[in-house]
């Protein structure tokens, strides 16, 4: 796998990861644990009355259980409830069956309550033998890169290729510059190009960095299409409509690949649906405002970075 392929499906994985919820989530789970380990992993659902024993899917070469939680709104209270609620359910199965507890959770950068933490921590002193642990994001993101590319692309079909990008052209990004100049315009400043170094004072990984640089690349058929627009303020509205919403992200203190994705999701709105060239197109799009400082902090402005 490439670099540039790589990039793409951990970017992909970051927005599946983010935007899945509730049962969803654990679906999504289940299927990347089937993938990795297809004859070790059982996954599990309610059985009536029985429920799912307090257990969403077991390993048992390593006497694993999983439990997942990834709700609409998460309340500390909620959560602490939960991981009580299925720790002490499990408990009855733990001597027959598992020696390992795992709290698989969809929490932005893998960034949990020290409250969380530290009930992991009970448990194991409580119960001698007994292993309790969190996965987020990156023990996600480890499983996954060892998929073979076709388990990924069954995993997160839609993952725009380089051939996606060679084949853009204008008429791929008319309809998405069409849906975002619908929004309001908020007073925003100028437009002017980035300093050297953006990535790197933005913290972006370089799966971002890579997947910005190959926009890039692409971004002059943005250019092109907002020269030729008739009303020259359209390319104007679209740069401070993505600065506005840049800058909520930002104050929501969100970690800046998260903030890139939810970027993605923003520019892709009700026109996603999993349609290669189009992602490919939005990812110009964003590279574009990147390029040209409407997203992500120039060095010496304030922002999400250090």
């Not at 609409?72 to 199965?93: I, Q």
């Not at 027959?96 to 009970?122: C, I």
């Not at 073979?148 to 996606?164: F, G």
């Not at 008429?171 to 975002?180: F, G, K, Q, S, T």
Request: proline share 8%; with cysteine; charged share 25%.
């Amino acid at each position: 796998m490439t670099l540039f392929q790589q990039s793409l499906f951990e970017l992909s994985l970051r927005l599946a990861f983010h935007e899945k919820r509730g049962d969803e989530f654990q679906v999504f789970f289940s299927r990347l644990m089937g993938l990795r380990y297809p004859t070790e992993f059982m996954a599990t659902r309610p059985w009536g009355k029985l429920g799912d024993r307090k257990c969403d899917g077991y390993h048992a070469p390593t006497r694993t259980l999983f439990q997942c939680f990834a709700p609409n709104d998460v309340a500390l209270a909620d959560t602490l409830g939960k991981m009580t609620e299925d720790f002490t359910g499990a408990l009855p199965h733990q001597k027959v069956f598992w020696d390992r507890w795992v709290f698989v959770h969809n929490a932005p950068e893998g960034r949990l309550p020290t409250d969380v933490v530290q009930m992991l921590a009970k448990f194991q002193h409580d119960h001698p033998g007994v292993t309790a642990e969190a996965w987020g994001f990156y023990a996600l993101r480890k499983l996954a890169l060892e998929l073979s590319e076709v388990d990924l692309r069954s995993l997160l079909p839609a993952i725009p290729t380089p051939a996606d990008f060679a084949d853009l052209g204008l008429r791929d990004l008319e309809p998405i510059v069409a849906h975002l100049a619908t929004g309001e315009e908020p007073q925003e400043g100028e437009v002017s190009p980035p300093p050297p170094g953006k990535i790197a004072h933005n913290r972006l990984s370089p799966a971002a960095a890579r997947q910005l640089t190959l926009g890039m690349a692409y971004s002059r058929l943005l250019k092109q299409f907002l020269a030729a627009m008739p009303d020259k303020t359209d390319g104007d509205r679209i740069a401070a409509l993505f600065r506005a919403k840049y800058q909520l992200l930002a104050r929501e203190g969100g970690e800046p690949d998260a903030i890139l994705m939810d970027l993605f999701a923003f520019a892709a709105g009700p026109l996603r649906s999993g349609n290669l060239r189009r992602d490919a197109a939005v990812w110009t799009v964003l590279a574009y405002l990147f390029e040209h400082c409407e997203i992500f902090e120039r060095p010496g402005e304030p922002g999400n970075a250090p």
